[in-house]
């Protein structure tokens, strides 16, 4: 997987670490991201040197808290070294009624983004590019087991993965895994220990056909090894207006047992 430089990463470090962005943000007027499902924007703080996007619009009920969602999911790919912007909760106090206040901003790593809908048609490329394109998305293939810890459903989105392309030179790039609002216990899908039936990832048929077994259970073993006291520290620390207590418990437990899953799912399954 491809990392992002040293000046960036000390940023998405510094991210992980915080938890709230007391930040001044604001619609940004050259936004050109749509927004999704739940709701959402780019925005921008003054003085602040890289933008942000900003969600969910939309109000979340108790059972599908998407802001804590992206939080816990970015605090854990961080430390794993996968390729998800850090976030931070932000409290949106400038709401429009009947708005979602409990927010929060996932950096915008990089000044151009490409969505990976753009590559999905293999056919509109020479085949040296087809090749090139099919090595470049197996260097990701350890993400594949993230997406399997936190129950992603929405991973067969043309949006939801981008190209970042940073300015200098050479131009750093990077594959960034996006959105994972329904992910984790959305719904109260992982009540009564029903968090461990784990159920492929839906994802487009050419990230499938690129994955590289190895990387994935290499993915899965990292995944296996990492702190269980690492994992209910990430959890404990969503405020409990962004994830309920009794919600907050489930999502621990379910992440503590899946991770030892993982490993044989994929043995069974790629």
């Known amino acids: 997987m491809s990392m992002p430089p040293p000046?960036?990463?000390?940023?998405?470090?510094?991210?992980?670490?915080?938890?709230?962005?007391?930040?001044?943000?604001?619609?940004?007027?050259a936004n050109t991201l749509a927004a999704g499902e739940a709701g959402g924007y780019q925005v921008k703080a003054?003085?602040?040197?890289?933008?942000?996007?900003?969600?969910?619009?939309?109000?979340?009920?108790?059972?599908?808290?998407?802001?804590?969602?992206?939080?816990?999911?970015?605090?854990?790919?961080q430390d794993l070294g996968f390729n998800v912007p850090p976030v931070?909760?932000?409290r949106r106090l400038n709401a429009l009624l009947g708005e979602e206040i409990r927010c929060c901003v996932s950096l915008i790593m990089y000044p151009e983004q490409y969505e990976w809908?753009?590559?999905?048609?293999?056919?509109i490329f020479p085949p040296p590019v087809q090749h090139l394109i099919r090595e470049s998305l197996s260097h990701y293939s350890k993400t594949f087991a993230?997406?399997?810890?936190?129950?992603?459903?929405?991973?067969?989105?043309?949006?939801?993965?981008?190209?970042g392309v940073g300015s200098g030179q050479p131009r750093h790039t990077e594959l960034l895994f996006l959105d994972h609002s329904y992910t984790l216990n959305y719904g109260n899908r992982w009540a009564n220990n029903a968090w461990s039936n784990l159920e492929m990832v839906p994802i487009p048929p050419l990230f499938r056909e690129s994955l590289d077994k190895?990387?994935?259970?290499?993915?899965?073993?990292d995944i296996a090894q990492?702190?269980?006291?690492?994992?209910?520290?990430i959890v404990a620390r969503i405020p409990s207006d962004y994830?309920?207590?009794?919600?907050?418990?489930?999502?621990?437990?379910?992440?503590?047992?899946?991770?030892n899953l993982i490993r044989d799912f994929v043995d069974r399954n790629l």
């Open 7 to 29: 000046s960036l990463a000390s940023l998405c470090l510094e991210w992980r670490q915080g938890l709230f962005s007391d930040l001044p943000w604001e619609r940004d007027p």
């Open 46 to 77: 003054t003085g602040y040197p890289h933008c942000a996007y900003l969600k969910p619009v939309r109000v979340c009920d108790e059972h599908n808290p998407r802001g804590a969602n992206e939080k816990i999911v970015a605090d854990l790919a």
């Open 88 to 90: 931070l909760l932000h």
């Open 117 to 123: 809908g753009m590559i999905w048609d293999l056919s």
């Open 146 to 163: 993230l997406d399997l810890l936190i129950g992603q459903t929405d991973r067969n989105n043309a949006r939801n993965v981008i190209l």
């Open 214 to 221: 190895t990387l994935v259970l290499e993915g899965a073993d």
């Open 226 to 233: 990492f702190s269980e006291e690492t994992i209910q520290q």
């Open 243 to 259: 994830m309920s207590d009794a919600h907050k418990a489930t999502v621990a437990t379910a992440l503590v047992g899946r991770k």
